[in-house]
């Protein structure tokens, strides 16, 4: 069964990022917000099963809001936009972030 997860990591403490908010959007619409546990992650995932649709989706990462420094804030949300083409497979999403700077992939 496919699912979308992500995860947030602090590259400047080298540790999770607790209680970032995130949205995730399809087609300009929200379908779910959530927030990071103590590990970086989501307790569920953001799509699984039927829920999981081929198309265009954006995570909207609150990381400004994370670092809540410098002032005023360089990155503030970031969005990731990728592809689910395959609903059947996992799409790992996760964000990996400084207040300059991020980077991503598609982990497993």
Do not use: W
Request: proline share 6%.
């Amino acid at each position: 069964m496919g699912r979308l997860t992500t995860h947030v990591l602090d590259t400047t403490s080298g540790k999770a990022a607790a209680n970032v908010a995130i949205k995730l959007l399809k087609d300009g619409r929200q379908i779910a917000a959530i927030r990071t546990n103590a590990d970086g992650r989501t307790d569920t995932p953001l799509l699984e099963g039927d829920t999981m649709i081929p198309g265009s989706y954006d995570l909207v990462f609150a990381i400004g809001d994370y670092f809540d420094k410098p002032q005023p804030r360089f990155l503030d949300e970031v969005v990731l936009r990728f592809t689910i083409g395959d609903p059947s497979e996992h799409y790992h999403v996760p964000l990996i972030a400084t207040p300059y700077s991020y980077t991503t992939y598609r982990g497993s």
